[in-house]
């Protein structure tokens, strides 16, 4: 898929996110280096690649098998990005992953590669990793972050 006009630079995205590498997890952080959560680790990509962030996130829950009738992650990325089919996001999209089948999407990640992806673990910071058929299954939405 070739990225539409009003998104940025694909290839950008995922240089950018790649110097995030090694940034230890720290919950609802996001400062490169330092420590950031998955959602840190989106907004700190945003911040390099569009600016600054065009609202505070308020305190959320670390709960991946929180359940309810909104989609809260997804409703804030679809009012500032460029919502995608997941199996149409190319690399550089932004993923969000439903880790339960019966919970909210409360995971994020940007895939690097057409196998590949990149987020913030507990634990592990931010990691690239495989996407292997068991992630794969989990991406429930996917975003481009628009230009500038």
């Not at 880790?99 to 990149?118: C, E, N, Q, Y």
Request: proline residues 10%; negative net charge.
């Amino acid at each position: 898929m070739t990225a539409p006009r009003d998104a940025a630079d694909l290839a950008l995205v995922i240089t950018i996110a790649r110097a995030w590498l090694g940034t230890p997890y720290h919950d609802q952080a996001s400062l490169k280096g330092v420590g950031c959560d998955c959602l840190g680790l989106a907004r700190g990509v945003w911040r390099e690649v569009v600016g600054p962030e065009p609202f505070p996130i308020p305190p959320y829950s670390r709960d991946w098998g929180e359940t309810g009738p909104r989609e809260v992650l997804a409703e804030g990325a679809r009012a500032m990005m460029i919502e995608v089919p997941p199996a149409d996001a190319p690399p550089g999209a932004l993923v969000l992953f439903r880790m339960d089948s019966r919970a909210i999407a409360k995971h994020v990640g940007i895939l690097t590669g057409p196998d590949r992806f990149l987020h913030a673990y507990e634990r592990l910071g931010v990691i690239e990793e495989l996407l292997t058929p068991s992630w794969a299954r989990k991406i429930t939405f996917a975003f481009l972050f628009p230009s500038h």
